[in-house]
């Protein structure tokens, strides 16, 4: 089944304790995304990647990591989070090809909580 | 720059009844436009897209949405809506090259029996 993973579903740590919530998918995707989902705000990009060691910021990049080694992996990774990172993250992944708007898919996100 | 404003956090209707969900965008370049659904504990679902050509875009589970550039608009609407259609509707633009989506706010739609 085609589909893009994350891991852990829901997490709850405390302030700087670094943490990595990974993503995966199955689809051969070139491009791969990180957004953060907030009430009131929408889905915001935080990362993305067009391609294995290809990666860029997004609109709200500050306090994420990411990397891309291998074309199925896009971890993203809190080095010290912070209670304003508390929030539900969704990765998706998608073809680049001669149309850049692709359906995009979606992993099924990642509540975090920041004590 | 790209935007999207979607007009109501909450829209209630019974089922059966009409479901219109409003979307208006923001683009200096021919938009290319999608609306998301989100159910429950779950990722998002493209219900549709418009890319180029026809402006009346048919989708998923019934759904459809019309582009209309002189209103910069791109309303999601579905004739009788169903119990299971409760969900948060997301509309997104792309922007630039990379394919990045501008999401709205979201707008949760709730299906009264």
């Known amino acids: 089944e085609a589909q893009v993973t994350q891991n852990p579903r829901y997490l709850i740590t405390v302030t700087g304790k670094k943490l990595t919530v990974t993503c995966s998918q199955n689809?051969?995707?070139?491009?791969m995304s990180w957004y953060r989902q907030d009430p009131g705000l929408g889905l915001r990009q935080i990362y993305y990647s067009m391609n294995v060691e290809v990666t860029d910021k997004g609109d709200v990049p500050e306090g994420y990591k990411v990397s891309r080694k291998e074309k199925r992996n896009f971890p993203l990774i809190l080095e010290s989070p912070s209670p304003n990172q508390t929030s539900l993250y969704f990765c998706a992944s998608r073809r680049v090809g001669p149309s850049s708007y692709n359906e995009q898919f979606f992993g099924p996100g990642t509540r975090l909580t920041v004590l | 720059a790209q935007s999207v404003t979607q007009l109501g956090s909450h829209v209630s209707v019974s089922e059966g009844a009409l479901v219109l969900l409003r979307c208006n965008y923001s683009s200096s370049v021919p938009p290319y436009l999608f609306w998301y659904v989100q159910y429950p504990n779950q990722g998002l679902q493209l219900l549709l897209k418009?890319?180029?050509?026809?402006?009346l875009v048919k989708g998923i589970n019934g759904f459809e949405a019309e582009f209309k550039k002189s209103e910069t608009s791109f309303h999601l609407t579905k004739p009788s809506a169903h119990m299971s259609d409760a969900a948060e509707y997301f509309c997104?633009?792309?922007?630039?090259?990379?394919?990045?989506?501008?999401f709205g706010q979201g707008t949760t739609l709730q299906v009264k029996p």
């Open positions: 689809m051969n995707h070139e491009y």
């Open positions: 997104a633009v792309g922007s630039g090259n990379t394919g990045k989506l501008i």
């Open positions: 418009y890319t180029t050509g026809a402006t």
